[in-house]
Nanobody, 126 residues
Framework: QVHLVESGGGLVQPGGSLRLSCAAS????????MGWYRQVPGKERELVAH???????NYADSVKGRFIISRDGAKNTVVLQMNSLKPEDTAVYSC????????????????????WGQGTQVTVSS
């Protein structure tokens, strides 16, 4: 079993900052890419930021220069530092990770799949 648990969402005024954290736990062999997505009602979920196992990052154009994604491999965590927040950043933010696990089926086998956190609400409003 693998779980992703997010924390750090909440209400903040425009121009403020929030820090989202996502911790992965369970029978993890390795974590490949990790990322943050967001979704507002009536719209498709969109990628906010993405970081590979070698720390290469990718950001949505709308957050470049304001958000920073980082990860701690030893702690299996990914953090999204959000600065200069705008009302249009309001959404449910979800953590995603490609995780390799091991299971036994006659012999040990490995499986890589995407896991999602439960989501955390970020509201930017005065």
């Amino acid at each position: 079993q693998v779980h992703l648990v997010e924390s750090g969402g909440g209400l903040v005024q425009p121009g403020g900052s929030l820090r989202l954290s996502c911790a992965a736990s369970g029978s993890i062999i390795s974590i490949n890419a990790m990322g943050w997505y967001r979704q507002v009602p009536g719209k498709e979920r969109e990628l906010v930021a993405h970081i590979t196992s070698s720390a290469n990052t990718n950001y949505a154009d709308s957050v470049k220069g304001r958000f920073i994604i980082s990860r701690d491999g030893a702690k299996n965590t990914v953090v999204l530092q959000m600065n200069s927040l705008k009302p249009e950043d309001t959404a449910v933010y979800s953590c995603n990770a490609d995780i390799t696990t091991r299971y036994f089926s006659g012999t040990y086998k490995y499986k890589t799949q995407a896991y999602w956190g439960q989501g955390t609400q970020v509201t930017v409003s005065s």
